[in-house]
């Protein structure tokens, strides 16, 4: 049990953007062993970022760290952009890969995580859940999203810890027209993607992402959705092997994630930008 006021390292980064503010922002707290769940929560809700991770040493021989993962109401056991940022703070403070992939701990289990051109990436996790969407759940979803079964291609669970399912739409157009009820689609994590058209959109991605949370706000930029999605769609051949998703264009950011399958392992990544360095005293 600590006493009094400790002090760690800590640092605010911006996942999935190589500048600054326009990517999806993480609090990360170094060293933060001696922090109890609750000191963790805690800090989690005062920062009131999507999420805050600590910084551990593993318990797996396997690891070359451990993460937790909080929400300002609840922890996570594995989620996409914190598992980036987590790496980046934990290779800037010294840390040290034991192999050439770089293995994350956290409550879902043992992360691969690569570097590739000084871009991370994470090996997406095994879907927990997949296949179509019930129909019951699937007309509450499109109520929610203001959404007629006219309006989608398909539909599918892509959950691989937080819960997600996902809808297909025709075009960037209808993505990015989407004005979701969060009171309809409360408890549902919902994703949204759309192929971009070449001549109408340009060619900087090939698909436009959304993500609604539970929790009843838009994410800007969200790993395990696409990690979740990318499986979906290169799958069942709607996506190439390799291809970037865009995310976050109505909230005025600009994420980009990379998306590759490489010998049946499909990698997720994207930049990441340091914003705020300093101390955290808790």
Known sequence: ??????????????????KALLGNPLAV???????????????????????????????????????????????????????????HTWLSSGGRPKSGEIVQECEAGLIHIRRNDGRLSFEAP?????????????????????????????????????????????????????????????????????????????????FEVRAFSAAGFEDPVTGSLNAGIAQWLIGNGIASSSYIASQGTVLGREGRVHVEL???RIWVGGDVTTCIEGVAAL
């Open 1 to 18: 049990m600590r006493h009094g006021i400790t002090k760690f390292s800590f640092q605010q980064v911006d996942v999935f953007s190589s």
């Open 29 to 87: 707290v170094v060293g933060a062993d001696s922090l109890t769940e609750s000191e963790m929560a805690a800090f989690a809700r005062w920062t009131n970022l999507s999420e805050t991770t600590f910084l551990l040493q593993p318990r797996s021989a396997d690891a070359d760290y451990r993460v937790r993962i909080f929400t300002p109401v609840a922890e996570l056991p594995f989620a996409g952009h914190p598992t980036l940022g987590s790496c």
């Open 126 to 206: 095994e879907l927990r859940r997949s296949g179509p969407v019930e129909l019951d759940t699937l007309t509450l979803v499109l109520k929610g999203l203001r959404l007629t079964s006219d309006d989608i291609v398909d539909a599918n669970w892509v959950d691989n810890g937080p819960g997600w399912l996902a809808v297909q739409l025709r075009s960037r157009a209808d993505v990015l027209a989407l004005r979701p009820d969060f009171a309809i689609l409360s408890g549902l994590r919902v994703g949204v993607v759309a192929p971009w058209d070449l001549t109408k959109d340009g060619r900087e991605a090939d």
């Open 262 to 264: 490489v010998e049946d």
